[in-house]
């Protein structure tokens, strides 16, 4: 069985449509599904028909805030006509484009104009910050969207725009009531240390959170083997996904990922 329950379209900062996103997946015999876009649901809009034998699990990715720093946690398996998700997805897309706004304020500060026109340009739909490294790549200032972050739009940098996002609480309690599972996305992205990371599992468990992403993309096994030791320390359900944005980023291939080490207890078994 290849699972893969995170993945981006291009109604969020992936760049393929929901539609070729789906043709894809099939190509490389997905057999269940998510796509967890940022902040919005639209793609389930705008997939035509899922392909034969794949089963598509509604998802998305939430924005949160932990202690001033950015933490996303994925919903899965909500009901895409939830009036609270309806009304928590509006309320994330109002605070993407307000920190759109606020991210070209500062950016123009350090000599670069027009720059929420140049990212939108570059997003279809929901914004972010991707979508201003394509501007800088494009205008010349970086010669990638890795410099682009470094410099200009990661941590601590003047785009690196957080203090907006509601906190794990209420993320959590929006899946919740949405009747999905809130899963705190790839824990050893954030760069915490063990202690602090310890400290978000344990947060996230007492806000309600209910699993963790154990495999994100391609890791290295020791890291699997530490996330798994995790997740079961704390009671959580095991969770995993590619993350997959574009078919250029190798380490994060659509469907292409190790299987969850057999400690864990996978998501999905509450769902057969
Ligand atoms: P935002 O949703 O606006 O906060 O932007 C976060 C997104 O930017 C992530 O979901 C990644 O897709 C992307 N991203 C984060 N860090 C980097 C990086 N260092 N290089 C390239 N893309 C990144
Ligand atoms: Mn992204
Ligand atoms: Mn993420
Ligand atoms: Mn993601």
């Known amino acids: 069985m290849i699972i893969d329950l995170h993945c981006h379209t291009n109604m969020s900062d992936g760049a393929l449509t929901p539609n070729q996103l789906l043709d894809l997946a099939s190509e490389r015999g997905v057999d269940m599904l998510s796509i967890t876009d940022h902040d919005t649901l639209d793609a389930y809009a705008h997939t035509s028909s899922v392909p034969p034998g794949m089963r598509l699990i509604p998802g998305i990715e939430l924005s949160s805030r932990w202690r001033k720093q950015g933490v996303h946690i994925v919903g899965l398996n909500i009901d895409l006509s939830n009036p609270v998700m309806a009304s928590a997805v509006a309320e994330q897309s109002a605070i993407r484009l307000q920190r759109a706004q606020e991210i070209s304020v500062r950016l123009e500060r350090l000599g670069f104009y027009g720059c929420l026109e140049g990212a939108q340009r570059f997003a279809h739909n929901q914004i972010g910050r991707p979508h201003f490294a394509q501007h800088l790549i494009a205008v010349g200032a970086v010669k990638n969207s890795n410099e682009a972050f470094k410099k200009y739009l990661g941590a601590g940098k003047a785009g690196d725009i957080k203090e907006h996002w509601p906190d794990i609480e209420t993320v959590v ?23 602090k990371l310890t400290e978000l599992i344990g947060d996230f468990k007492n806000a309600g959170g209910e699993a963790m992403e154990v495999v994100s993309g391609l890791q290295i096994p020791s890291l699997t083997r530490d996330l798994a030791k995790l997740c079961t320390q704390f009671g959580l359900l095991a969770s995993c996904g590619s993350d997959f944005h574009s078919p250029d980023k190798k380490w994060a291939a659509l469907g292409l990922i190790s299987n969850l080490p057999e400690t864990c207890n996978p998501i999905w078994d509450r769902w057969s």
């Open 173 to 195: 309690q929006w899946i919740k009531q949405a009747g999905g599972i809130a899963v705190l996305a790839h824990p050893s992205k954030y760069k915490m240390t063990r202690t």
